[in-house]
Nanobody, 124 residues
Framework: QVQLSESGGGSVQAGGSLRLSCAAS????????MGWFRQAPGKEREFVAA????????GYSDSAKGRFIISRDNAKNVVYLQMNGLEPEDTAVYYC?????????????????WGQGTQVTVSS
């Protein structure tokens, strides 16, 4: 079973950028649909972005589209979330997830494997 580990979180000023990384072990990111979710205190976990092998497809939430970019480095077996133009409302714990069925979905319940999360804090 694939194991996931996130990194790259931290604190950034509004308008700044961060790149989150999700390293996969015991499996290849090419074999899974990979997703990023986030959860702020008192809020439900929400979909941010996903990437699938099928047609090199990507999907984004409305808030992420135009600001965030999801990509994968097959050689390094890593999935990235490049976050630009960060705003305070982006503050949350960000989770990497993998889905064994290779198609993009937007619901957290559809993903089989999860990392431990990395905190992103955006200050005004």
């Amino acid at each position: 079973q694939v194991q996931l580990s996130e990194s790259g979180g931290g604190s950034v000023q509004a308008g700044g950028s961060l790149r989150l990384s999700c390293a996969a072990s015991r499996g290849s990111v090419r074999a899974y649909t990979m997703g990023w979710f986030r959860q702020a205190p008192g809020k439900e976990r929400e979909f941010v972005a996903a990437i699938s092998w099928r047609r090199d497809s990507t999907g984004y939430s409305d808030s992420a589209k135009g600001r965030f970019i999801i990509s994968r480095d097959n050689a390094k077996n890593v999935v990235y979330l490049q976050m630009n133009g960060l705003e305070p409302e982006d503050t949350a714990v960000y989770y990497c997830a993998a889905r064994s069925v290779r198609e993009i979905v937007r619901t957290s319940a559809s993903y089989n494997y999860w990392g431990q999360g990395t905190q992103v804090t955006v200050s005004s």
